[in-house]
């Protein structure tokens, strides 16, 4: 099965990956390292620090800066995923990302059909609510103009909005798509420049000091209470493999995808710690972080507007809190961008329900994926931000990123080297992977949990969630004679031995 598997991966010959999934016909429409290196970056950068900062200072008991430390275990696990992703990308380099990636890893006819299916079935959910997320934002920093008429239907109706037209704009050519990526990377790259430069030139180093008590108590305890800033930090690093989705639509895929999502993860990575540095040493974190908890009943402003407020006038930080609705929803429109072509391409290759598999007639977009897309994130539009977060990333963190490590390790280990697919390769091969492996779980299991800390339950909502998928994937599989219920073999033998097949 493993050599059949790598033959097929090397000379793209398989059934369900013999035509690419989204090919366009002129080569140059495909996007190239930069087209790709923006679409990671804008994915990155709207879920990133603009949102983050106040959320994760207060995440921490005791809040503070010192998050910091939780944040960047967060980093360091998410860099080790990139070389991940950029193996897989480049060893497997078409469209649907972890989909096709968790597949080829466990096996097409085996438990690499259960894998993919659920890695899916978990993308109704974290998909949505990622894209969601950042839609929320933009109405937390239109807030800004005038907290007093903007509560919290309004907040909803502009989240809303700005998913409607994040959805019409990608009823587009793939040129015109990255185009549009590049040109609001753009904007973004500017509004981080321009923070750094305030930020560093209004500098306070004892803002950036930890509480009285902030590491008190064994190591235990003090990872447990900087938990909760990892899955910040996971959710601000969420973007640089945004590529992968659409690996069909690139360019030289074998060196773009990794090299791309490497790069943008360390860079960016880097970035955001700046960023954080910059920000906090501008506010001091005990005037807003209690804005930000769960149990305040009043609005809550875009961190980045008060922060120009501070540092400029409230002039400036208004023009400023458009450059970051810009960017926000920049990221988000990049996000749809990838993720429309996931259940898509699940649909073609045969392991997701088969009418995400239909393509518009004139647009040639995988409308019915992106349709699906949108209307599950207007779902999550009604919820907070903070609970959105925690539901993506719970569920993102055990089938995707735990996921794909272990089957890179399980793939690696069975199939000879010689029979694995061409491709890039990670260096220090596999300590980057144990690192992604130890430090995720980490991040999964201290999920809030009401049976395990009698807290809200998104990790007990998740596993039920994913026993449910389990479920609907054994029933469409006896439906359907997939694996465990495969049936295609023994058929090939019957024939086979068949004298009216012989003759």
Not at 2 to 31: C, G, Y
Not at 80 to 91: N, P, Q, V
Not at 247 to 268: F, H, L
Not at 318 to 346: D, E, N
Request: negative net charge; charged residues 15%.
């Amino acid at each position: 099965m493993a050599t059949e598997q790598a033959v097929n991966a090397n000379t793209h010959t398989e059934p369900s990956l013999d035509k690419p999934l989204a090919k366009p016909e002129d080569e140059e429409n495909k996007f190239g390292f930069w087209q790709a290196f923006g679409f990671n970056t804008m994915m990155m950068f709207g879920t990133g620090p603009f949102i983050s900062i106040p959320y994760t200072v207060s995440s921490v008991d005791p809040a503070g800066p010192h998050a910091l430390v939780g944040y960047s275990i967060a980093l360091v696990a998410c860099i080790c995923d990139s070389l991940i992703c950029g193996e897989l990308g480049s060893m497997f380099p078409y469209s649907g990302g972890s989909a096709t990636y968790l597949k080829h890893l466990y096996g097409e006819n085996t438990l690499g059909q259960l894998a993919a299916f659920m890695f899916l079935f978990q993308f109704l959910v974290a998909g949505p609510a990622e894209v969601a997320s950042g839609f929320i934002a933009i109405a937390e920093y239109l807030v800004y103009f005038d907290p007093d008429v903007l509560g919290y239907w309004s907040r909803v109706g502009i989240s809303l909005a700005a998913l409607t037209v994040s959805t019409l704009l990608l009823y587009r050519s793939n040129k015109e798509i990255g185009w549009i990526s590049i040109t609001l990377a753009a904007i973004t790259i500017g509004a981080v420049i321009l923070t750094l430069i305030f930020g560093f030139a209004n500098f306070n180093s004892e803002y950036l000091e930890a509480p009285k008590g902030a590491f008190d108590g064994s190591t235990g305890k003090v990872l447990m209470s900087l938990a909760a800033a990892t899955r910040f930090g996971v959710y601000d690093m969420t973007g640089y493999y945004d590529v992968c989705f659409m690996g069909d639509e690139v360019k030289n895929p074998r060196t773009t995808i990794p090299y791309s999502c490497i790069t943008t993860a360390v860079v960016i990575g880097i970035v955001y710690l700046f960023v954080y540095v910059s920000v906090l040493g501008v506010l001091d974190w005990r005037v807003f972080q209690e804005t930000y908890t769960d149990d305040f009943d009043g609005v809550q402003v875009g961190i980045m507007s008060l922060f120009f407020e501070e540092v400029v006038n409230s002039g400036f930080a208004k023009f400023f809190t458009i450059v970051v609705v810009l960017t926000i929803f920049g990221s988000v429109y990049s996000m749809m961008a990838g993720f429309q072509h996931l259940l898509y391409a699940g649909a073609k290759d045969g392991f997701f329900f088969e009418v995400f598999a239909r393509r518009h007639s004139v647009k040639d977009i995988p409308h019915v994926s992106l349709l699906t897309l949108a209307v599950l994130s207007a779902c999550w539009c009604f919820f907070s931000l903070d609970t959105v977060i925690d539901a993506m990333t719970t569920l993102l963190v055990f089938v995707q990123f735990i996921g794909q490590a272990i089957g890179l390790l399980y793939y690696r280990w069975v199939t000879p080297e010689e029979e694995q697919a061409e491709g890039w390769r990670m260096p220090l091969y596999p300590l980057p992977v144990i690192i992604q492996i130890v430090l995720f779980f980490f991040i999964f299991i201290t999920s809030p949990s009401y049976l395990l800390y009698g807290d809200d339950p998104i990790l007990d909502f998740s596993v039920v969630f994913l026993a449910i998928g389990v479920v609907l994937y054994m029933f469409r599989a006896k439906a359907q004679g997939g694996w465990p219920f495969d049936t295609k073999e023994d058929d090939k033998a019957i024939e086979a031995e068949s004298p009216v097949v012989a003759a």
